[in-house]
């Protein structure tokens, strides 16, 4: 074996490398608060009892869960223009990812909504309190609870999936990793070091989440 490794070509190139990381995780941060958010109105409305915006909003889940991000971000980026509707390649891969996230954390948290015992539903309802107070009080912070450990793996899977956004230019990590490789030829380098970079990304997302989590739960829990 011939090759000779030198990790030092990429270093020239450090700023493409960390200007991709700061790009990714503003994709994720907003894809992620809008995605939860969509996905919290969606389950509300799958959980509720209009019939036609439950199937509604089960239509665009089953068509997003079932057709791949990547097609999605195309549709969205090449597709829309069709329309007069024309984004930059950041505002396509930020809708991209809210609308992938949102249907995903849709079924995700339905799931925990069902979790929730049928009593204490009953218990609010004979306190008076209308629909909505009963949704914000007493069935989406507990129904999150449940279901956070999954929520917050949906999370990280869409913030590592933000790496096909390349494909429309967005100069997100993988974007910088692509263009220094072009230039210096050191492929190995280049995808390890990214590989590695996703990697502390990933485990850093989850300890945020977990701590978010906390946060959220047990000072709620304490109060």
């Given at each position: 074996?011939?090759?000779?490794f030198?990790?030092?070509?990429?270093v020239?190139h450090?700023?493409?490398?960390?200007?991709?990381?700061?790009?990714t995780t503003e994709?994720?941060v907003?894809?992620?608060?809008?995605g939860?958010?969509?996905?919290?109105?969606?389950?509300?409305?799958r959980?509720?009892?209009?019939?036609?915006?439950?199937?509604i909003?089960?239509?665009?889940?089953e068509?997003?869960?079932?057709?791949p991000?990547l097609?999605?971000?195309?549709?969205?980026?090449?597709?829309?223009?069709?329309?007069?509707?024309?984004?930059?390649?950041?505002?396509?891969a930020?809708?991209?990812?809210?609308?992938?996230?949102?249907?995903?954390?849709?079924?995700?948290?339905?799931?925990?909504?069902?979790?929730?015992?049928?009593?204490?539903?009953?218990?609010a309802?004979?306190?008076?309190?209308n629909?909505?107070?009963?949704?914000?009080?007493?069935?989406?912070?507990?129904?999150?609870?449940?279901?956070?450990?999954a929520?917050?793996s949906?999370?990280?899977?869409?913030?590592?999936?933000?790496?096909?956004?390349?494909q429309i230019?967005?100069?997100?990590?993988t974007?910088?990793?692509?263009?220094?490789?072009?230039?210096n030829?050191?492929a190995?380098?280049?995808?390890?070091v990214?590989t590695?970079?996703?990697l502390v990304?990933?485990i850093?997302?989850r300890m945020?989440?977990?701590?978010?989590?906390?946060f959220?739960?047990?000072?709620?829990?304490?109060?």
């Amino acid at each position: 074996m011939a090759y000779k490794f030198d990790f030092g070509a990429i270093v020239p190139h450090w700023q493409l490398l960390f200007d991709g990381v700061i790009l990714t995780t503003e994709l994720t941060v907003i894809g992620a608060v809008v995605g939860v958010g969509l996905g919290i109105m969606g389950a509300w409305a799958r959980a509720s009892r209009a019939p036609v915006i439950s199937q509604i909003v089960g239509v665009y889940v089953e068509l997003i869960r079932n057709t791949p991000f990547l097609v999605q971000l195309f549709f969205i980026f090449f597709g829309l223009p069709a329309l007069g509707v024309k984004l930059t390649e950041f505002q396509a891969a930020v809708l991209a990812m809210i609308v992938n996230l949102g249907a995903y954390s849709t079924e995700i948290i339905r799931a925990g909504i069902q979790a929730i015992p049928q009593g204490q539903i009953e218990a609010a309802q004979s306190l008076a309190m209308n629909r909505v107070q009963i949704f914000r009080y007493v069935v989406i912070l507990p129904a999150l609870k449940k279901i956070w450990p999954a929520l917050s793996s949906q999370i990280v899977i869409v913030m590592l999936g933000s790496s096909v956004c390349s494909q429309i230019a967005a100069e997100e990590l993988t974007f910088g990793a692509n263009y220094i490789q072009a230039l210096n030829f050191r492929a190995f380098e280049v995808y390890f070091v990214v590989t590695g970079l996703y990697l502390v990304m990933s485990i850093l997302l989850r300890m945020g989440l977990k701590v978010l989590g906390n946060f959220l739960f047990e000072r709620r829990h304490h109060v």
